[in-house]
Structures are given as C-alpha cells and as structure tokens.
Nanobody
Framework: QVQLVDAGGGWVQAGGPLKLACAAS????????AGWFRQAPGKEREFVAGIPRNEDNTYAADLVEGRFTIFRDNAKNAVYLQMTSLKPEDTAVYFC???????????????????WGQGTQVTVSS
C-alpha cells in the first residue's frame, strides 16, 4: 500500500526553526520527485519546495527561499523540510507529496503529484 506520512509540525515562536519529515512506504521514494506544499485557512494549496527525480538540485518558492530547505534521505525512504526564521504567515497545514516529476517546472504544479501525505499543522506565533 502506497503511503506518505507527514510528521514534525507544531507550535513555534516567530524566528524559530522547525523540521518536518515525510516517510514513504509501498514505493521507492528515491525514484520519484518530492515536494512540500502548504495550505492556510481560506487559501489555495501552494508549492513550498521540491526535488525532481534523478536530480540533486532543490527548488523553493520565493516566499521561503533562503529560509526553508528540502532534502531527502533515500536510505530511509524519506524527505524533510527544514524551516528556519519562521514567520506568522508561514502558519499552515504542510503536506508532502510525490510524483513522477523530472523537471523543475512541474514541481510547482499540484496536479503533477500522485501521492500525498495527510498534512501536519505548523503554527507560528508572533
């Protein structure tokens, strides 16, 4: 059974760090592109960061560039999102996702992802 499980969300003060984890099972995560998205109340789900399959380069949305880093551990079939300098506007439910994605442009599109985690809440207080 294919499954992605998000973990690591919580409450943090503005300026603090938080690390999210996503564990995959039922498929070889390293063969897929991986991404993190987030969704705040009343807003669309938006791209945060991603890694295409068969590539080491990572990409982040402008809003989080320089603060958030995505990285994967293929041995653990997992992908992580390291978040620093968190702001109240980063408050959202964060989702990891996997898809057969080879190109940077496709990382930004929700429709390109086949598998999704259940989401983990991140709350940043001012």
């Amino acid at each position: 059974q294919v499954q992605l499980v998000d973990a690591g969300g919580g409450w943090v003060q503005a300026g603090g760090p938080l690390k999210l984890a996503c564990a995959a099972s039922g498929f070889t995560f390293s063969h897929y592109g991986a991404g993190w998205f987030r969704q705040a109340p009343g807003k669309e789900r938006e791209f945060v960061a991603g890694i295409p399959r068969n590539e080491d380069n990572t990409y982040a949305a402008d809003l989080v560039e320089g603060r958030f880093t995505i990285f994967r551990d293929n041995a653990k079939n997992a992908v992580y999102l390291q978040m620093t300098s968190l702001k109240p506007e980063d408050t959202a439910v964060y989702f990891c996702a996997a898809g057969w994605i080879a190109y940077r442009a496709s990382l930004y599109l929700k429709e390109e992802y086949s598998y999704w985690g259940q989401g983990t809440q991140v709350t940043v207080s001012s």
